[in-house]
Nanobody, 123 residues
Framework: QVQLVASGGGLVQAGGSLRLSCAVS????????MGWFRQVPGKEREFVAA???????SYADSVKGRFTISREKAKNTVYLQMNSLKPEDTAVYYC?????????????????WGQGTQVTVSS
């Protein structure tokens, strides 16, 4: 069993920055690809960023150049650095763990999910 605990959300003005963290426990951290998704009420959960087991990264077009995903093996933690935030980035952000590096942009590739952390960007 794998447990994921997301943190770091909050309220920020447009143009500001936040860093989300996702602490992973229960299994070998390096065995999983990690992803961040976000969801607003009434819409499907959408892909934000992913990092493979080998460290390759991928991003949604809407966040490319503004967000950076990284992982720190020593702390069993994955991060999402969010810069130049926009009101349309407002959502609940979820971290997730996938057992293989395959279609990391799809929610169905992930077996484990964190509880979500709210990010609100004011204009």
């Amino acid at each position: 069993q794998v447990q994921l605990v997301a943190s770091g959300g909050g309220l920020v003005q447009a143009g500001g920055s936040l860093r989300l963290s996702c602490a992973v426990s229960g299994r070998t951290f390096s065995s999983y690809a990690m992803g961040w998704f976000r969801q607003v009420p009434g819409k499907e959960r959408e892909f934000v960023a992913a990092i493979s087991r080998s460290g390759d990264t991928s991003y949604a077009d809407s966040v490319k150049g503004r967000f950076t995903i990284s992982r720190e093996k020593a702390k069993n933690t994955v991060y999402l650095q969010m810069n130049s935030l926009k009101p349309e980035d407002t959502a609940v952000y979820y971290c997730a763990a996938a057992p293989i590096d395959y279609r990391l942009g799809n929610t169905s590739s992930y077996d484990y999910w964190g509880q979500g952390t709210q990010v609100t960007v004011s204009s």
